[in-house]
């Protein structure tokens, strides 16, 4: 049993670090005045030192995923992924910790976690380069800013139309 107490300690570790879901409310804003001041390198790492902040998109907090949780049936496969939450305040702890482009990745990281994996996958094969026409790509930029506010993924997704168009690598340019 102790072989699998490990696994599921190291799954949970994991989780916290690499997953998606779907956003909440104001959280760095919530985690923040439950503070009472803006998270620092102090803070990190959050599961650590503030666990009662890391939540899976479904509420549950992090402390609820335990070895029996799972075997009694009680842990879903969405209570294992990341909230936008948890990577907003990743995010403000490396802006204060001096590593903004930390911050920016976990910015989108975040507004990416309200895309279906689905449809996500979709949008990650249409960049691949051959595979979309310009308005292709323009339409699911689009998408991604009006339909899921993912406005930092957008623009990436327009670039990268723009440079294909220079570069020759739209659908047709082979």
Not at 39 to 45: H, S, V
Not at 121 to 132: D, I, V
């Given at each position: 049993m102790t072989e699998i107490d490990d696994l599921i300690?190291?799954?949970?570790?994991n989780v916290q670090d690499a997953s998606s879901s779907e956003p909440k409310p104001e959280p760095v804003k919530q985690a923040t005045q439950a503070l009472n001041r803006e998270?620092?390198?102090?803070?990190?790492?959050l599961f650590q030192k503030h666990p009662e902040m890391v939540n899976a998109?479904?509420?549950?907090?992090?402390?609820?995923?335990?070895?029996?949780?799972?075997?009694?049936?009680?842990?879903?496969?969405?209570?294992?992924?990341?909230?936008?939450?948890?990577?907003?305040?990743?995010?403000e702890i490396a802006k204060n910790s001096g590593r903004e482009a930390i911050k920016s990745n976990m910015d989108r990281a975040a507004e990416l976690t309200?895309?279906?994996?689905?449809?996500l996958?979709?949008?990650?094969?249409?960049?691949?380069?051959?595979?979309?026409s310009k308005q292709e790509l323009l339409d699911i930029a689009d998408e991604l800013q009006n339909k899921?506010?993912?406005?930092?993924t957008a623009n990436f997704v327009r670039e990268a139309a723009s440079e294909y168009e220079i570069r020759k690598k739209l659908k047709g340019d082979n």
């Open positions: 300690s190291k799954i949970v570790n998270m620092t390198r102090d803070d990190y790492p998109p479904t509420g549950k907090n992090v402390s609820e995923i335990t070895l029996e949780a799972a075997i009694n049936g009680q842990v879903k496969p969405e209570d294992l992924r990341i909230s936008s939450d948890t990577l907003k305040a990743q995010g309200s895309i279906p994996d689905e449809r996958l979709e949008m990650y094969g249409s960049l691949r380069p051959y595979r979309s899921y506010n993912a406005v930092i």
